[in-house]
């Protein structure tokens, strides 16, 4: 991981989670070859483990394949909810719930 190729390590992303891609908005450019350009992808793999799947993958230097980030997506299922959650050093951490029903409980008013 190269926190020198970032403009913030592990930037706040809310409840966006991306399960591929980068986030180039975050890439400065990278600290070896002085270069801003496309990011690739490599070792992504997808494992299941007590019913959550979890992709991992790296961020690489398109021109000198310098490694700039490790990429970790979750997603599960608990309950009633789809539970998905990001981290890594170029796209950020993130976590989001969604409802498997629907109608969400969650946005249920009472109506006594």
């Known amino acids: 991981m190269c926190g020198d190729c970032v403009e913030k390590e592990y930037p706040n992303r809310g409840n966006i989670c991306l399960e591929n891609g980068s986030f180039l ?8 070859c002085n270069k801003r350009d496309f990011m690739l992808i490599t070792n992504k793999s997808l494992k299941e483990e007590d019913g959550e799947e ?8 398109k021109n ?5 980030a490790r990429h970790e997506y979750t997603f599960s299922i608990m309950d009633e909810f789809q539970e998905y959650t990001m981290l890594c050093l170029l ?3 993130a976590e989001d719930t969604i409802s498997i029903l629907p109608d ?6 009472l109506l006594f």
């Open 104 to 109: 969400d409980p969650r946005q249920m008013t």
């Open 64 to 68: 000198c394949h310098h490694v700039v």
């Open 25 to 32: 908005l975050n890439f400065t450019g990278c600290a070896v």
């Open 91 to 93: 796209c950020g951490k």
């Open 54 to 61: 979890i992709v991992t993958y790296d961020h690489l230097c």
